[in-house]
């Protein structure tokens, strides 16, 4: 279906956007402070909220402190004003939720879903969940202003395309935003799910630190980059392979499933885990046995674990010495395993890496959780749906 390009703002209107950016705190500012933040005339900020009190962007919000006469009006993000359709998948999960323009999650349903059965199947049950979603809000699908989705593989983030996912068989080059776009209204944007997990304890939790490292240790290892307030996708959308370094000093007989013989994946991830213990006579498979072993006090695993959070400190080492971030987040299945993991990756990052890299560099759990990826992503779209150029586009359709 053609695109029609939007109305123009008439001059009167033209830096709407712009003004709005100081709105998408959630703060309320009256009209004479928005001058005073914008350094422009009342008589230029005046059409220009009116124009979004009339798009429904913005919202009056009670009075401020007279200073004779009436009492100033104050104005803030209408966060209810449209919703947010969040879509994490993962390899053998799919959770969807609704948020505000705000990020707050209004309701979310996670439900087994294997990502190899194909991105028709798959996206198509997300869709309907979110649809579901959408009526027990009481909000309808023109409401949407876009949608995000992480996938467990690369991405090419400016198409929204799969490149080669490796546990994703036949998702590559699928066009997702096309799929889904004729199922809701605004953008669908795509996004490795480590990506977007990595956004999502960032604009949650650590906004105040502009360099962030979030390790996913689960079923594979990955790892989302924050670098001055902003995801680093790499050339190709690969930036952030941790799973696929070699570890120094690995056996050369531990394959791993790319081919290559050392990968940190092929060590200190799930299934390598798991396979230690079971050599050991322990029952266990997966992520969560290791999880359920840890928590039971259980010797082997309670060490599995440690040398597992040293083999990934070893390269994470490197990783502080080249990026300088001044947080670590590990999250993933196996976080739940709490200190024993961070203890090894703490000893090694410490040992190895640079003291100026780690003057101030903190190692932690993760605080966003399972929901991590659901918040990265609802993240995603409110940032491109509040930027400066599409407020302007938005306002000029609304009124046009």
């Known amino acids: 279906m053609a695109m029609t390009a939007p109305a123009a703002l008439p001059p009167t209107l033209t830096g709407t956007g712009e003004l709005f950016q100081y709105l998408r705190d959630g703060t309320p500012r009256t009209r004479a402070e928005l001058a005073q933040l914008s350094s422009l005339a009342r008589s230029t900020v005046t059409p220009r909220v009116d124009a979004l009190l009339l798009s429904g962007l913005l919202e009056p919000v ?15 993000l209408n966060r209810a004003g449209r919703v947010v359709l969040a879509i ?34 798959v996206l198509d049950r997300a869709a309907a969940i979110g649809t579901e979603l959408l009526k027990a809000t009481g909000r309808k699908a023109a409401d949407v202003a876009g949608v995000g989705i992480g996938v467990p593989g690369p991405v090419e983030h400016a198409t929204g395309r799969p490149a080669n996912p490796p546990i994703m068989p036949g998702w590559h080059n699928f066009d997702i935003p096309a799929h889904l776009g004729t199922k809701f209204a605004g953008p669908v944007l795509v996004d490795n799910d480590v990506n977007l997990m990595a956004l999502g304890e960032y604009v949650t ?105 040293r083999d990934l400190g070893t390269v994470l080492a490197t990783c502080v010495n080249l990026l300088n971030p001044s947080v670590i987040v590990i999250g993933g299945k196996l976080s739940e395993a709490g200190e024993y ?60």
């Open 62 to 76: 009670g009075e401020a402190a007279s200073t004779g006469g009436r009492p100033p009006t104050r104005f803030a």
């Open 88 to 121: 994490d998948l993962g390899a053998s999960h799919a959770s969807v939720a609704v948020s505000d323009l705000s990020g707050r999650v209004l309701d979310e349903k996670t439900v087994d879903c294997d990502i190899a059965d194909g991105p028709e199947g």
């Open 205 to 309: 939790s650590w906004q105040s630190s502009q360099h962030l490292l979030l390790v996913k240790v689960a079923t594979g290892i990955g790892a989302g980059i924050v670098s001055d307030g902003r995801l680093l996708r790499g050339a190709l959308g690969s930036a952030g392979d941790l799973g696929h370094v070699q570890v120094a000093g690995a056996p050369d007989d531990i394959v791993c499933r790319c081919g290559n013989t050392g990968c940190l994946e092929a060590l200190a991830a799930g299934p390598a885990i798991a396979a230690k213990l079971r050599a050991r006579g322990l029952d266990i498979d997966g992520s969560q046995g290791i999880v359920d072993a840890v928590e039971a006090g259980e010797i082997a695993a309670l060490q599995a674990v440690r040398e597992a959070g």
């Open 341 to 400: 993991l961070l203890a090894g990756v703490r000893e090694v990052v410490y040992r190895r890496s640079l003291p100026l890299a780690t003057h101030n560099l903190r190692i932690v759990s993760t605080a966003a959780g399972s929901q991590g990826g659901i918040l990265g992503a609802s993240a995603m779209v409110i940032d491109a749906v509040l930027s400066a150029r599409a407020v302007d586009d938005f306002v000029a359709q609304r009124t046009a």
